[in-house]
């Protein structure tokens, strides 16, 4: 019986134990990490499990993940938060900012390292609804809206210039009803000499809690800039095309204004918004030279701005490296500050347990000229260019096929669906 149960206990021994299941799903290895928010900027790999980060550490090996996504000599960043876009494309109304002028949320994104879009006013209150059914429910894309405190949005030029259509109490019960997707309350192009539009749309930020974006739209003497972001808006407000042509910018003798400073210090925040007629190079650059830098880097994406100078965002950003911002600080402006002035601060950087939204760029060497939205135009020696994207721990842009084999290396019976069969060629 002795010998029995040594030779029972030696067989079990020798059993093989089932491996461990691997700790990560995705594991992207060897990039230089920038991530603003926990101030890192290094090489670390990053593993992914589900749809959250899971680690953030200077080497991990290979074989603790399903599958390994090469990144040497890539800048590993967090999603790109985009906060000014115009993706209410289902109306079907021609020549419209809410119609054929926006653009599906994911077809140039995740393309560009955007995971994360906020509609900056396409629909109303008395469209949101429609908007949110057919768009923002529908799209892989993250994405947040800004309500028009004009009740139609931007169906039409027209639409906007009514305020008896601009309610605050409607605008702010679709905020509150809708409040996991609505960041904020917009108003635009309005073309009138009174403050209607800024006073009704704040009013409606004040009812609903939610910052305001104002784009000033037709500047004229009886409302001037100045007088927008030093006394109407609120702290926390935004004025958004802050380099566009009209905005005062600089005195005579090239010094910024006093003013710029001053609202900022109330804590009103300035977004790019760039767009296809909203952004100046003779604006930018001195702010961006004497250290005013924006609050948050955006295209203003509609199928004008892409097709024209804007391209995309990550084109955008490449502006603000040549101008002398510095890599850190336009990755910061693009991902952890918009984030934050969205509300939300559950994205926009690479922290364990937060969503796996992540971008690896390039950063190209070479000659390269910049143009703004007035024929200006300036040379640069970098361009930023998005070789991978992952939303939520999916891979959604493999540029440059990193999470595919050579086909030689797979299975002679690769690519075929569930019973099919490879087709066999005639008998001769």
């Given at each position: 019986?002795?010998?029995?149960?040594?030779?029972?206990?030696?067989?079990?021994?020798?059993?093989?134990?089932?491996?461990?299941?691997?700790?990560?799903?995705?594991?992207?290895?060897?990039?230089?990490?920038?991530?603003?928010?926990?101030?890192?900027?290094?090489?670390?790999?990053?593993?992914?499990?589900?749809?959250?980060?899971?680690?953030?550490?200077?080497?991990?090996?290979?074989?603790?993940?399903?599958?390994?996504?090469?990144?040497?000599?890539?800048?590993?960043?967090?999603?790109?938060?985009?906060?000014?876009?115009?993706?209410?494309?289902?109306?079907?109304?021609?020549?419209?900012?809410?119609?054929?002028?926006?653009?599906?949320?994911?077809?140039?994104?995740?393309?560009?390292?955007?995971?994360?879009?906020?509609?900056?006013?396409?629909?109303?209150?008395?469209?949101?609804?429609?908007?949110?059914?057919?768009?923002?429910?529908?799209?892989?894309?993250?994405?947040?809206?800004?309500?028009?405190?004009?009740?139609?949005?931007?169906?039409?030029?027209?639409?906007?210039?009514?305020?008896?259509?601009?309610?605050?109490?409607?605008?702010?019960?679709?905020?509150?009803?809708?409040?996991?997707?609505?960041?904020?309350?917009?108003?635009?192009?309005?073309?009138?000499?009174?403050?209607?539009?800024?006073?009704?749309?704040?009013?409606?930020?004040?009812?609903?809690?939610?910052?305001v974006m104002v784009d000033f739209g037709y500047f004229l003497p009886e409302r001037p800039f100045w007088q927008?972001?030093?006394?109407?808006?609120?702290?926390?407000?935004?004025?958004?095309?802050?380099?566009?042509?009209?905005?005062?910018?600089?005195?005579?003798?090239?010094?910024?204004?006093?003013?710029?400073?001053?609202?900022?210090?109330?804590?009103?925040?300035?977004?790019?918004?760039?767009?296809?007629?909203?952004?100046?190079?003779?604006?930018?650059?001195?702010?961006?030279?004497?250290?005013?830098?924006?609050?948050?880097?955006?295209?203003?994406?509609?199928?004008?701005?892409?097709?024209?100078?804007?391209?995309?965002m990550q084109t955008v950003m490449s502006k603000f490296l040549a101008m002398g911002m510095p890599l850190e600080q336009v990755?910061?402006?693009?991902?952890?500050?918009?984030?934050?002035?969205?509300?939300?601060?559950?994205?926009?950087?690479?922290?364990?347990?937060?969503?796996?939204?992540?971008?690896?760029?390039?950063?190209?060497?070479?000659?390269?000229?910049?143009?703004?939205?007035?024929?200006?135009?300036?040379?640069?020696?970098?361009?930023?260019?998005?070789?991978?994207?992952?939303?939520?721990?999916?891979?959604?842009?493999?540029?440059?096929?990193?999470?595919?084999?050579?086909?030689?290396?797979?299975?002679?019976?690769?690519?075929?669906?569930?019973?099919?069969?490879?087709?066999?060629?005639?008998?001769?």
């Amino acid at each position: 019986m002795r010998a029995l149960a040594l030779l029972v206990l030696c067989m079990s021994t020798s059993i093989a134990q089932p491996a461990a299941p691997p700790r990560f799903d995705w594991l992207l290895k060897g990039g230089r990490v920038i991530d603003p928010r926990n101030n890192r900027d290094g090489n670390f790999d990053i593993g992914i499990r589900g749809a959250v980060i899971a680690a953030v550490e200077p080497s991990i090996p290979e074989s603790a993940a399903a599958r390994v996504l090469p990144v040497t000599g890539l800048i590993v960043t967090p999603g790109l938060v985009d906060m000014h876009v115009h993706v209410f494309s289902t109306t079907g109304l021609a020549d419209a900012w809410a119609g054929d002028k926006s653009v599906r949320p994911d077809d140039l994104g995740f393309r560009t390292g955007v995971t994360t879009m906020a509609d900056a006013g396409s629909a109303g209150w008395r469209n949101f609804e429609t908007f949110r059914h057919t768009v923002i429910d529908r799209a892989k894309t993250r994405v947040f809206a800004f309500i028009n405190i004009a009740g139609l949005g931007m169906t039409t030029n027209f639409a906007e210039q009514h305020p008896e259509d601009m309610l605050p109490q409607k605008v702010a019960a679709l905020a509150k009803k809708h409040a996991d997707v609505v960041v904020g309350v917009k108003t635009a192009h309005f073309e009138s000499p009174q403050w209607t539009a800024v006073e009704r749309a704040v009013e409606a930020g004040k009812l609903s809690g939610k910052p305001v974006m104002v784009d000033f739209g037709y500047f004229l003497p009886e409302r001037p800039f100045w007088q927008l972001v030093t006394e109407k808006l609120r702290p926390g407000d935004i004025a958004t095309h802050a380099f566009r042509a009209p905005v005062p910018w600089v005195d005579e003798q090239g010094r910024l204004y006093g003013y710029l400073s001053r609202a900022r210090e109330r804590g009103v925040k300035f977004d790019v918004g760039h767009g296809g007629g909203s952004f100046a190079f003779r604006n930018a650059v001195p702010a961006i030279a004497q250290g005013f830098y924006p609050d948050a880097i955006s295209t203003d994406l509609h199928v004008d701005s892409m097709l024209g100078t804007m391209i995309d965002m990550q084109t955008v950003m490449s502006k603000f490296l040549a101008m002398g911002m510095p890599l850190e600080q336009v990755i910061r402006r693009s991902t952890w500050m918009p984030a934050q002035l969205l509300g939300k601060d559950g994205f926009g950087h690479l922290t364990v347990g937060a969503p796996a939204d992540i971008a690896a760029f390039r950063l190209l060497d070479g000659d390269f000229a910049y143009a703004d939205t007035d024929q200006g135009q300036i040379k640069g020696r970098q361009r930023l260019f998005c070789e991978l994207t992952l939303r939520d721990g999916a891979l959604v842009w493999d540029w440059n096929a990193r999470a595919s084999k050579d086909y030689r290396q797979l299975p002679k019976d690769y690519g075929l669906r569930p019973k099919e069969v490879i087709v066999r060629p005639p008998p001769r």
